[in-house]
């Protein structure tokens, strides 16, 4: 609280010392009242000058300093927000690229899982990439399941991030790293620039990424836990009842949390 008003409480008291510099004057010398002679008045606006041209003095160091604080916390926040915004810029162009390079890729993962031809190069181009990568996440992980019941969760998705992992890790840590920069900066409302950041991806892009982290389960895996823990990126997970939103939702949330 101090911090915030700490300019007017300067003012107060400089203003406060000049009341009392004057008082203390008129205290001392007016025994005779007030003085008619040029002199007096003359060792009187001395005395003032000296007392009002020290305070000015500090003041003028005081706003000075203030224009500057204020100049150069602007200059980082505009540093930050124009290489926050570049790296987005960055994640998004990611997001193209798997899409325009390897969504054909996926097309036979399909066709072994669902005994068909799901992609055909005349719809191909109208599919997304993530909720394609998901459904096959989504199929081998029930398929583990139903094999064995002994199974867990890291056994569910643990074959699917070995094959897939190389498509998707640099896109990964794209997203991460662009937490972590938010994070390391000593700047106002960081919640703001992460809302970006998650607005940006889709649901089935937040569901790949909640999955890695429990894959990784490792210091990489911790440390993307807290992040995400922190800036609440998987919010969304359960808060829409007609829609699980995981493939096993309790014991997928349970994993997650015992990382």
């Known amino acids: 609280m101090l911090k915030r008003y700490w300019v007017e409480i300067l003012l107060t008291i400089s203003v406060g010392i000049c009341g009392w510099s004057i008082f203390s004057y008129y205290n001392t010398f007016s025994s005779n009242g007030i003085s008619t002679k040029?002199?007096?008045?003359?060792?009187?606006?001395?005395?003032?000058?000296?007392?009002?041209?020290?305070?000015?003095?500090?003041?003028?160091?005081?706003?000075?300093?203030i224009t500057y604080k204020s100049q150069s916390k602007g200059f980082q926040l505009q540093q930050f927000e124009t290489t926050f915004f570049n790296l987005l810029q960055v994640y998004r162009l990611s997001v193209e690229r798997l899409h325009e390079r390897r969504l054909h890729d996926l097309s036979n993962e399909y066709d072994r899982l669902i005994g068909a031809s799901y992609y055909s190069p005349s719809n191909l181009e109208s599919k997304d990439f993530f909720d394609a990568l998901y459904f096959v996440l989504d199929k081998r992980y029930k398929k583990v399941l139903e094999e064995s019941h002994e199974s867990g969760v890291y056994e569910g998705i643990d074959s699917f991030f070995k094959d897939y992992y190389y498509m998707i890790g640099h896109y990964i840590r794209n997203f991460i790293s662009i937490i972590e920069f938010v994070d390391k900066h000593k700047i106002e409302n960081?919640?703001?620039?992460?809302?970006?950041?998650?607005?940006?991806?889709?649901?089935?892009?937040?569901?790949?990424?909640?999955?890695?982290?429990?894959?990784?389960?490792?210091?990489?895996?911790k440390r993307w836990k807290n992040m995400q823990e922190t800036y609440k990126i998987f919010d969304f997970i359960g808060n829409d009842k007609n829609d699980k939103k995981l493939i096993n939702t309790k014991d997928d949330l349970k994993a997650y949390y015992e990382i």
């Open 38 to 65: 040029t002199t007096n008045w003359g060792e009187f606006g001395d005395y003032l000058g000296g007392v009002l041209g020290t305070i000015f003095s500090f003041l003028s160091v005081v706003l000075i300093y």
């Open 190 to 221: 960081k919640e703001f620039y992460i809302s970006i950041l998650r607005d940006a991806a889709t649901i089935d892009e937040l569901r790949l990424i909640f999955y890695a982290t429990i894959w990784k389960k490792s210091e990489d895996g």
